[in-house]
């Protein structure tokens, strides 16, 4: 920690949990707690049951979860496909060429999802490429709004790079793809993880571009969320939303672990 006194890290760590607590811990503790109880008591939830977890575990709901994970795994591997090949062409390029490449890819981010999911449905409800109705549109969608994320974090990786590996790999011979392939590549492989590892949970939460895309067979689980609560099983959204939690938050330990083991490779 940066603070060096005692009475000073007190202070910061009485700052956070002040902070922490009532913006972040409080309302996931709440959506917890409702996924546990049938009714409310006052302020909080009440009437402990799990059968609202029995319903977010089977049926429709899993479904559903099967639905996001295949959307965000496809997702983060395209993205993060495409922010790789986008990052590593940058770097060759001049200053003025590089920012309109990071400007192009940033668009998405800048403006609403809601924007991206409306033009993606209007590029691609027509022939020549017709994807209106599938679950492919859902998974170009998620694609094209977490690309930014995953070409920002290898851009800025790139750019620390040391590249005294890869010219002595030059100068004893090896082509620029095996440089690529053995040298750069595993190099980057921390980023990547940690680009995939966000790009998964971006896509996991993703609401408002999905909305206006998903057909019926292929509903994520954010998707059903907001159709329970909208339709005010508001107990039943809320043990769906903990399994999203626990479902988004073992992935990501799981992406942590890999990130970790490459760091020491």
């Given at each position: 920690?940066?603070?060096?006194?005692?009475a000073g890290r007190?202070?910061?760590?009485?700052?956070?949990?002040?902070?922490?607590?009532?913006?972040?811990?409080?309302?996931?503790?709440?959506?917890?707690?409702?996924?546990?109880?049938?009714?409310?008591?006052?302020?909080?939830?009440?009437?402990?049951?799990?059968?609202?977890?029995?319903?977010?575990?089977?049926?429709?709901?899993?479904?559903?979860?099967?639905?996001?994970?295949?959307?965000?795994?496809?997702?983060?591997?395209?993205?993060?496909?495409?922010?790789?090949?986008?990052?590593?062409?940058?770097?060759?390029?001049?200053?003025?060429?590089?920012?309109?490449?990071?400007?192009?890819?940033?668009?998405?981010?800048?403006?609403?999802?809601?924007?991206?999911?409306?033009?993606?449905?209007?590029?691609f409800s027509r022939?020549?490429?017709?994807?209106?109705?599938?679950?492919?549109?859902?998974?170009?969608?998620?694609?094209?709004?977490?690309?930014?994320?995953?070409?920002?974090?290898?851009?800025?990786?790139?750019?620390?790079?040391?590249?005294?590996?890869?010219?002595?790999?030059?100068?004893?011979?090896?082509?620029?793809?095996?440089?690529?392939?053995?040298?750069?590549?595993?190099?980057?492989?921390?980023?990547?993880?940690?680009?995939?590892?966000?790009?998964?949970?971006?896509?996991?939460?993703?609401?408002?571009?999905?909305?206006?895309?998903?057909?019926?067979?292929?509903?994520?689980?954010?998707?059903?969320?907001?159709?329970?609560?909208?339709?005010?099983?508001?107990?039943?959204?809320?043990?769906?939303?903990?399994?999203?939690?626990?479902?988004?938050?073992?992935?990501?330990?799981a992406v942590s672990?890999?990130?970790?083991?490459?760091?020491?490779?």
């Amino acid at each position: 920690m940066l603070v060096h006194s005692k009475a000073g890290r007190w202070a910061a760590w009485s700052l956070f949990g002040l902070l922490f607590l009532p913006l972040f811990a409080l309302p996931l503790l709440v959506v917890v707690a409702a996924s546990f109880a049938t009714h409310w008591s006052g302020a909080l939830p009440s009437g402990p049951t799990t059968g609202n977890y029995a319903a977010a575990v089977r049926g429709e709901s899993l479904q559903a979860l099967t639905t996001s994970l295949v959307t965000a795994v496809a997702a983060s591997l395209l993205a993060l496909t495409v922010g790789t090949w986008a990052a590593l062409a940058g770097a060759a390029l001049k200053k003025r060429g590089k920012r309109l490449l990071d400007a192009l890819f940033m668009l998405p981010v800048a403006v609403p999802s809601v924007v991206v999911g409306l033009a993606v449905l209007v590029a691609f409800s027509r022939p020549p490429v017709l994807l209106n109705g599938t679950a492919s549109i859902v998974v170009l969608a998620h694609t094209v709004l977490v690309t930014a994320f995953a070409h920002q974090s290898v851009s800025a990786a790139i750019v620390r790079l040391d590249p005294a590996y890869e010219q002595a790999a030059a100068s004893l011979g090896a082509r620029p793809a095996y440089v690529l392939w053995r040298v750069r590549l595993p190099l980057l492989l921390p980023s990547l993880t940690a680009a995939a590892g966000l790009c998964f949970a971006l896509s996991m939460g993703e609401l408002s571009a999905t909305m206006m895309l998903y057909p019926p067979d292929w509903m994520p689980l954010p998707v059903r969320i907001f159709t329970a609560t909208d339709r005010g099983s508001l107990f039943s959204g809320s043990a769906v939303a903990v399994v999203l939690m626990a479902t988004t938050l073992l992935v990501l330990l799981a992406v942590s672990r890999v990130r970790t083991r490459a760091s020491y490779r």
